[in-house]
């Protein structure tokens, strides 16, 4: 069976690849896929999130990285994927994450919703936490991978506070 795990991913956590991680113990392939969503100001392209991605997951031979545009299921279906893969972290990630598999399932039949929670050391973490951190100046070591560490310092250091993009509360 194969996983779709949409998402924005700006940037990739240690929680999205322990979602990632254990996902590949239940499925023959999981295809991380970036949104590109014209809507929202990220603060890394898709490109460079794709190659932060291709280099955290390197390791696992069943993980493939891409990008789409548009409605997920249909990209799961041209991808037949027969699942999507999304974390749970909290009661409160719940509703918009319910929200959003119901409305699948009436865009795709075909597509089924899986929910994995996320490891309770990872319950607290988002890619807008470690902005968060990161823009005022914090480590997040802990938090991504050490080359996307690098990136997101590199980044601040070169925004001034005042033009960071705005994140929106759960990424
Ligand atoms: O990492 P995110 O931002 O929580 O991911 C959200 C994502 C990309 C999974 C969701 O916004 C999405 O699927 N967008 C594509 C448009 C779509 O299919 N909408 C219908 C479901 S509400």
Redesign the pocket.
Same mark, same amino acid.
């Given at each position: 069976m194969i996983a779709i795990y949409?998402?924005?991913?700006d940037p990739i956590t240690l929680g999205h690849l322990d979602l990632i991680e254990r996902a590949t113990r239940l499925f023959s392939r999981v295809i991380v896929a970036v949104?590109r969503?014209p809507n929202k100001t990220p603060l890394f392209t898709v490109e460079q999130r794709l190659k932060q991605i291709i280099s955290a997951t390197s390791h696992l031979p069943s993980v493939e990285v891409d990008s789409f545009d548009?409605? /997920?299921?249909n990209y799961a279906q041209m991808r037949q994927a027969g699942v999507l893969l999304?974390g749970l972290r909290a009661v409160s990630d719940f509703e918009i994450e319910l929200?959003?598999a119901h /409305?699948?399932k009436t865009?795709s039949t075909q597509v089924e919703t899986v929910f994995l929670a996320t490891s309770n050391e990872h319950s607290f973490l988002s890619s807008s936490v470690v902005k968060e951190i990161a823009r005022f100046g914090g480590s997040v070591d802990h938090l991504v991978p050490p080359h996307i560490a690098t990136d997101i310092y590199q980044c601040y250091s070169q925004i001034p506070l005042w033009e960071n993009p705005m994140t929106t509360p759960?990424?």
């Open positions: 949409p998402g924005s991913f949104l969503n548009g409605l /997920t299921v999304r929200q959003m /409305t699948n865009l759960r990424e």
